[in-house]
């Protein structure tokens, strides 16, 4: 086992004694104890979905890439979810109860009496910023130290930034004096344009001490962690200021509307993320592409297509316009997928195409395989998902459903319209038409049916109709 030599030599150099350049010990504070009232739904608000994921699954994100050595997560309304989901998602999250929730100082006095021992660095994430980014955290961090602050909180510009915190400068010096919330600003105060992101970092100490003592004395009569700071500045301690990379982003989720702004703002960078990578994202605006999706460099997202968590799109692939991608979905090399079609958990091998109308769930698609317009993989029998193979080269005919678990081989063809039912597996080069589909040579035999793969009309119908035309032929 090589593990514990590691650890022990990375633990030896995060507590080294203060002077020599080993950083300090960082602790990771998330608030997620509110109620949010204001947002309509039910459950608790952090764990409310933005973008693929809920809000706190992005603040794990973005905090663990501090890699911290504490992360304390203060929950308390709906904390029967949330202490669940943190069991399930995140793994080192200590979770800590407010309660009665008294407001984000409170809570971060709640969360230093599970960090009683803890000395070094602290950053505090409200746990209902889901656009916030490793982005956004390393610098603040990074400055925090560089200052050798006390406090150093983050913050955005808005030309109008509505219901949030107010950064208040000292004119002549620039430095902060006070955060001020909306509710409790005066017209001169709230005409700001700097606002506080929620996101601050603090020394161990500092923090203990401002919010051992905070007043009540405001609108909403709680204790205000951005108190602790204005307690900061006004006792001498060093208090700066940090810009967030991205001005507009990491506003607060407080209502529905704040949800669509964090989704469209977190989707931005992610679709700017791809672009600077390389992959060809031909209308940015009309894009989506959740977090933890790998595409290659020049492969090709046409307009209006969804792209969820988890998919792996390869060089030279073409998505959309119009198609849906959801977790699991892997393109090979040159694969294709066109307008209405939704792939799920499926695997398209290299130049495979399913450009039309298709559902592809659960299944393996072969290298070249053509899947026609209007195909459906039939994976669901009511109770249970049931995988469907493609092999390589074969050509699924228009309309065709395959009902799942169903193996089509290598090469096999199926006639327009076919109904291939369960475990009736296409061996690789045969032709199959009809409905219930049979092979092309049984369809044929005489009194067999309808001599080819189109299944709808009725034998006699068709026999009358090729005759005719037949005659008509011969006459002419
Ligand atoms: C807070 C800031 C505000 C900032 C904004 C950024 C305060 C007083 N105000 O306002 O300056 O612009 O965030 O988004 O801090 N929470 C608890 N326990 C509580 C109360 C809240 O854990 O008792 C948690 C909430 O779950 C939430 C976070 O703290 O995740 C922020 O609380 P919220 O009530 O949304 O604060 P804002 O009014 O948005
Ligand atoms: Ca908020």
Redesign the pocket.
Known sequence: MSAPPRTNAAMKSRTNAPGDSAPSRLAVIV????RGTRLPGAGP??LVECLGYPMLEHVRRATSALTPDETVI?V?HGRELVVPWLQKHWAGARAVV?EP????G??ARVAMTALSRFEGDVVVV????PQVQPEDLRPLLDAHRRHHADATVLVGTAADPG???RIVREPSTGRLVR?V?AKDASPEVLALRE????VYAFRSGALRRAVADLPRANAAG?E???DAVGFLAASGSRVEVERAADGAALL?V?TAADLATAAVGLRRRIVARHLAAGVVVVDPEHTVIEPDVEIAPGARILPFSYVGHGCRIGPECVVGPFAHLRGGTVLERGAQIGNFVEVKATTVGAGAKAKHLTYLGDADVGADANIGCGTVTANYDGKQKHRTAIGAGAHIGSGTILVAPVTVGAGARTGANAVVAARRDVPAGATVVGVPARPLEDARKPGAGAPTGAAAPAPAAKGKARSGKAAGKGRS
């Open positions: 608030l997620a104890a509110g608000k952090v203060v308390g407010q929730q008294h407001g984000t409170h809570a409200c746990g209902d910023v219901r949030l915190g955060i919330e606002y506080n992101t929620g709680e205000y962690l951005t607060g407080n």
